[in-house]
């Protein structure tokens, strides 16, 4: 058993990002929502008819859905919505290369620690400062082959005809009531086209920020993997702290086509009183292959289920999920998997760890329709509890209408093991050595998976944690 | 033969007709016939139970019939399932022989059920909500062992009843049936195990519905004092109903420090037959609290299962075996709950599903602040037999203390093929093979309550559901 000031010295709770630096926005709308607003967002980004229709529709669905009474608490975030700011615009234009980026904004990234080696060596980076792209830059080869990575705005008028074929088919604004928001307040985010058997080895990757006080962030991607393309995308989010809770509501759509691979990774980093209520969806179809890979460190409460629709025979779909919740965080996090055709196959691995009075809750769906036959799935959850305090649920539901279907799902609730620390401290490490270690043995099968230089910073994230623990 | 016609010849047989004159066609008026007839006709009931059915009455009539809507109820729709409106209280709200030897009285499936019990210590009957027969041991009776129809025992003014009925385990405020059950219960069964005392066979309740359309309410309660040892066997059988035919059965097991208590449910129901229990175990330092649910019958069987470990070293081994066909539907809804450290349960229920059979398996674990040391492990496992059954599950876990050892795990699945090719390469057909293999399947939990017939009784009644099946 650790003692006691050594639990309490692990320092996970600092937040490591909370700075501010001062950049004035080009143009924000007042606090709260109404129809009014929501044609200021769409007039200012010049949008068509259509997509102005369709996002005062989703916010008659907004107001027409009770706040859920599942998940985390939310009993505060009706006020937190009044104060929000649904729309705030950074910078006029877009930029094209790294050296106009503003220095303000190089700093911010620079104090996040993106590696040197990150932006010269990843291809296509488009960084989201506030709710839009501010860099954006793509290959040339890339372009060549004809993939589409652009800010959703310049989808939306670059591509037109793709764009409305896809948008909202995904998760359509009725889906849930945060789905409802982000459809009427969508602002920033990527559309991105993979065309039909072209394989990209480096990921595509945006950096998400949020910087202004009470600033909500809508952003929405639409992702389309065509025919036997095989792609990476990756999004990373920090966010200063600040007094007043904050607000992030995401939709992610992503279609996956027959053959094709696509794998979303998300390292979500959002200081402590964010709300974070994400929709993540992909349609998988025949022969395809999704991978969801979801890390949830920071934010107030986050409640995210990243889900698979296998639709056609032989779609497979994988979900990886970490989650670390610190005092007072409260990530409620896991996956759904869908299978609706027959030979199709799923597995989701989730791990959590819960620190102070953090809570981590695994929430999960498993379901196979009738037909489906020789549906495989398998979930497996481990929960890590440090603290007294800490506390860990997990809500599994498997709902099997196939008899052919095989599904399983176990998951396990355990603390760090005096005869572990033991051990190795009779090896020669501290404490904190030793518990660092085994904290990063827990989630070795999750970080391996990441890209070389995320894992170094979750494995650098961890040792810092620790590093408070010594003394 | 048909088997509604049988069913129809047989309720009559068993006097439905008369049930059809009774006043009162809904729970509402059954209330109302309760209420009246404790007052009147039947044996005054003192004032505390008598508060203690109005409070209960107004909580029921409070609370709405629970909704998918409600996460509880969600895979089992009420609405769609059950008109309590059309229900009609049983026999057993009437004055009936507080106890008799029954003989004469007891319907031949019954006793053939009974027959194959190959010992008891005592024996409860109870026909449609009334105990018409009790029975003990001479020497039980002399060690102070007390096994009584709850009438009597109200009756004889036992504190205990006052202190425990309806109170700390499965009170009013539980929930609509809950409040219903405490309202309106006509009859069940009151058992004390005194100190020291040990018995070594069970205990047997013995139980039959005979009218369609009726609603029975039933309870039990067990209270096993320090260090003592009891089994008990709590099965009911019924005909094939055409109506929707209800029973309500609340369920208190108290067991003291170091006491052992085993509780075996087997439900037998015919077709029509609603079954709904509420269970609660309340295991003190030291004791151990196993329970076993088995679900064979009825077209609806739903069980809330919460096992409390309220003090250390206390122990809750629950186990749960169904096996549906036609369109049954099972619904299993069970908790664990860790209020103190150090101490243990394991659940695990398994259930196979044969043609549009549905089972639900809604389970937690909660480790409760400061319940350190907790062992605590929930498994549910299922076999669909048919392209047309489902099975839906939910082991959750909820824990609020960090020094514990937890796991859950389900699994969905079809019959495994090896198996069954390794039997029938071993010269079975395929029909006995699928047999071996499912009740090899089931075995895994009859092995774990090695009580001797009523493993072979549950064997027994799951070949004849396999065999009339295929």
Sequence with gaps: ?471 | MNRLAAARRRAREAGAEEQGQIEGASPERATKNVARSSESTRVPEPDWLKSRRDAALELYRSMPLPSTRSEEWRYTDLARMLRLDDLVPSAGAQPGPASSNGDGTVPEPLRRAMAQDRDSAGRVIDIDGSAVSVELQDSLAAQGVVLSSLREAVRGGDPLLESLLATMAVPASDGKFAAMNAALWTDGVFLKIPRNVQLERPIRLSRWVSHPGTATFTRILIVAEDHSRVSFVDEILSPDFEAVTLVNTAVELFSHAGAQIQYVSLQRMGKGGFYLANQRTLAKRDSTLDTLNVALGGSVGRVDLNARLLGPGANSDMLGLYFGDHDQHFDFNTSQDHVAPNAHSDLLYKGALDDSARGVFRGVIRVHEGAQRTDAYQTNRNLLLSERAAATSLPNLEIEADDVRCSHGATVGQLDAESLFYLMSRGLDREQAERLVVLGFLGEVLDKLPMGGVVEKVTKAIEVKLGHVR
């Excluded at chain 1, 509890?385 to 539901?397: A, G, H, K, V």
């Design chain 1, 1 to 471: 058993m650790p003692s006691n000031e050594v639990i309490q010295g692990l320092g996970l709770d600092d937040y490591k990002f909370g700075f501010v630096t001062d950049s004035e926005p080009v143009f924000r709308t007042r606090p709260g929502l109404d129809a009014d607003i929501v044609r200021q967002i769409s007039g200012r980004k010049d949008e068509p008819a259509w997509m102005l229709a369709r996002r005062l529709k989703a916010l008659k669905i907004y107001e027409s859905k009770p706040m859920p009474e599942w998940g985390g608490d939310l009993s505060e975030l009706q006020e937190t919505l009044d104060q929000t700011y649904f729309y705030v615009k950074p910078q006029e234009q877009m930029e094209r290369s790294w050296d106009d980026v503003p220095e303000n904004i190089k700093l911010t990234f620079e104090r996040l620690g993106i590696p040197e080696a990150e932006r010269k060596i990843l291809a296509g980076v488009g960084a989201q400062y506030d709710s839009e792209m501010v860099y954006h830059s793509l290959k040339e080869e890339w372009e060549a082959k004809g993939v589409i990575f652009d800010s959703i705005e310049d989808g939306l008028k670059n591509h037109p005809e793709l764009f409305r074929k896809y948008f909202g088919t995904v998760i359509p604004a009725a889906d849930n009531k945060f789905a409802a928001l982000n459809s009427a307040v969508w602002s920033g985010g990527s559309f991105v086209y993979i065309p039909p058997g072209v394989q990209l080895e480096t990921p595509l990757q945006a950096y998400f920020r949020v910087n202004q006080e009470r600033l909500g962030q809508f952003e929405r991607t639409l992702i389309i993997a065509d025919e036997g393309s095989r792609a990476h995308y990756i999004e990373g989010c920090t966010a200063p702290i600040y007094s007043t809770d904050s607000f992030h509501s995401g939709v992610i759509e992503i279609v996956v086509k027959k053959d094709a691979y696509f794998r979303y990774t998300t390292i979500q980093n959002w200081s402590n009183n964010m709300y974070n209520l994400v929709t993540q969806r992909a349609l998988v179809h025949r022969g395809a292959h999704m991978e969801w890979l979801d890390g949830n460190l920071g934010s107030k409460l986050t409640m995210k289920y990243p889900s698979c629709y296998l639709m056609e025979e032989g779609a497979h779909g994988d979900i990886l999920s970490i989650a670390y919740a610190g005092d007072g965080q409260h990530q409620d996090t896991g996956g759904k998997v869908i299978h609706v055709a027959p030979n199709t196959s799923s597995s989701i691995v989730s791990k959590s760890i819960s620190k102070g009075t953090g809570r981590s809750s695994y929430r999960g769906l498993c379901k196979v329709y009738d037909g489906a036959t020789n549906a495989k799935s398998n979930v497996e959850c481990d929960a890590l509890l440090i603290n007294e305090t800490s506390r860990t649920d997990t809500f599994p539901y498997i709902e099997i209408d196939e008899r052919s279907a095989s599904v399983g799902h176990e998951a396990t609730v355990s603390k760090v093991g005096d005869e572990q620390l033991f051990y190795l401290m009779s090896r020669g490490m501290d404490e904190a050595e030793a518990m660092a270690l085994i904290v990063r043995g827990f989630i070795e099968p999750i970080a391996k998976e990441l890209p070389l230089e995320y894992a170094v910073e979750l494995n650098r994230l961890i040792e810092l944690e620790m590093e408070g623990s010594v003394g």
